[in-house]
């Protein structure tokens, strides 16, 4: 399953809302998952089953989607957000992670 | 408290192989598939292996299949990665990690660089 992610780069302010774009070349019912990759930091497990909060996830984090579309959405960007994120799918092996966006303060 | 920490990487010349250690603490080991992710410098993440709870079944990304084998000790609550016939494209950091829904933990990963 190809994960195309979107965008690969961007740019924001904090208290800004951004969202990133995961959309698998078929469906994965709602087998997907999202990480945040920060220098120094283990990888985290943000979201799974397309929009369940792993526990210790900050509620201003939502996922949405199903099939084969899927959004991260972070609401009012705190300075630790800065990071870059992907999008993995678990519905089949070989299991795929998307390409990942890097999330900068602008 | 979930603890993976990884170790075995280094410089090892194409053609050879390595093995990879995970030592896990703070679950219950036998509990839980395990997975190794690796990441390439500069690149995104991507699947190496996974094997289940008990051993019986490993899956494998086509790239590694027939050189990579991963394997558990429950009893030692360690998983493995042996990495043979290394090639320049195996480069990366390994990571490994508890895997349910998604990889809910992971290690802080050891870099394996494969150059003469």
């Known amino acids: 399953v190809q994960l195309p992610q979107s965008p690969s780069y961007l740019a924001a302010s904090p208290g800004e809302s951004v969202s990133i774009s995961c959309k698998a070349s078929?469906?994965?019912?709602?087998?997907l998952a999202w990480y945040q990759e920060k220098p120094g930091k283990t990888n985290k497990l943000l979201i799974h089953s397309g929009s369940t909060l792993q526990s210790g996830t900050p509620s201003r984090f939502s996922g949405s989607g199903s099939g084969t579309d899927f959004t991260l959405t972070i609401r009012s960007l705190e300075s630790e957000d800065f990071a870059v994120y992907y999008c993995q799918q678990y519905n089949e092996y070989p299991l795929t992670f998307g390409s990942g966006t890097k999330l900068e303060i602008k | 408290e979930v603890q993976l920490v990884e170790s075995g990487g280094g410089l090892v010349q194409p053609g050879r192989s390595m093995k990879l250690s995970c030592a896990a603490s703070g679950f219950t080991f036998n509990n839980y598939d395990m997975a190794w992710v690796c990441q390439a410098p500069k690149k995104g993440l991507e699947w190496v292996a996974t094997?289940?709870?008990?051993?019986?079944?490993?899956y494998y990304r086509d790239s590694v299949k027939g050189r990579f084998t991963i394997s558990r000790d429950n009893a030692k609550s360690t998983l493995y990665l042996q990495m043979d016939s290394l090639r320049s494209e195996d480069t990366a950091t390994y990571y490994c990690a508890r895997q349910g829904v998604g990889f809910a933990y992971w290690g802080q990963g050891t870099l394996v660089t494969v150059s003469s």
């Open positions: 094997i289940s709870y008990d051993g019986s079944r490993t």
């Open positions: 078929k469906s994965i019912s709602n087998h």
